[in-house]
């Protein structure tokens, strides 16, 4: 079965500061979609940044980058001048495999992120 | 503008009862699913649907229900045989397999009484 990790539970930042959430995936596929979705305290599910695998460029959106590492199967999220408002959990979550049928994506366990002003 | 809407927001279930929380979206995705959220902790699927009239059992489906008569709306049923119902339930649809991932609804949180 295809698993998505986040091996942090929680992360702590000071105020315009950068914090990295690391994300390892497992799938047999070449091409695939990996996701971060923000999760406020309102528990709105939010999507922060998309990275296809075919694509060599890392995504960026603003002060969100990731740093895709194909072969390593490795995905993480770099917030960059970390603000109040980044304070949430964070899911990493993979699209499933071809052969598989729809799009039931894989999510991580998430990552709390503390922000301190 | 199109989305996903959840409701109630709130929502009280009595001991042994059946209780339904609604979903419906206008974005004209064919996928819809049914997530459940315990305090600190991560999404597990209970049902999804990729098409209508077609649902599958998720990684918790046990005293839970749910119906796909029409493309937009996914109502999902917490009977009385889910023991432990209280949690914050998330809904989603997507369009298929690509980039534009999930798009989520607001969430109901269910509390037994």
């Known amino acids: 079965a295809q698993t998505v990790t986040q091996s942090q539970p929680e992360m702590s930042v000071q105020e315009a500061e950068t914090v990295t959430l690391s994300c390892t995936y497992d799938t047999s596929e070449s091409d695939y979609y990996l996701f971060w979705y923000k999760q406020p305290p309102s528990r709105q599910m939010i999507l922060v940044i998309r990275q296809e695998a075919y694509k060599q460029q890392n995504a960026t959106e603003n002060r969100f980058s990731v740093n895709f590492q194909k072969a390593a199967k490795s995905f993480s999220l770099k917030i960059s001048d970390s603000q109040l408002g980044d304070a949430a959990m964070y899911f990493c979550a993979s699209t499933p495999p071809r052969k598989a049928a729809g799009n039931k994506l894989t999510f991580g366990g998430g990552t709390r992120v503390l922000v301190k002003p | 503008d199109g989305g996903i809407t959840q409701s109630p927001k709130y929502l009280f279930r009595k001991e042994g009862q059946n209780v339904t929380l609604s979903c419906e979206q206008n974005?004209?995705?064919?996928?819809m699913y049914w997530y459940r959220q315990d305090p600190g902790q991560g999404l597990r699927l209970i049902y999804y649907s990729q098409i209508v009239n077609d649902f599958q059992k998720g990684d918790i489906a046990e005293g839970y229900s749910v119906s796909r008569e029409k493309k937009e709306s996914f109502p999902l049923t917490v009977t009385s045989a889910q023991k432990n119902p209280t949690a914050f339930y998330l809904c989603?649809?997507?369009?298929?397999?690509?980039?534009?991932?999930?798009?989520f609804g607001s969430g109901t949180r269910l509390t037994v009484v």
């Open positions: 974005l004209n995705h064919d996928a």
């Open positions: 989603a649809s997507s369009i298929g397999r690509g980039p534009d991932g999930y798009t």
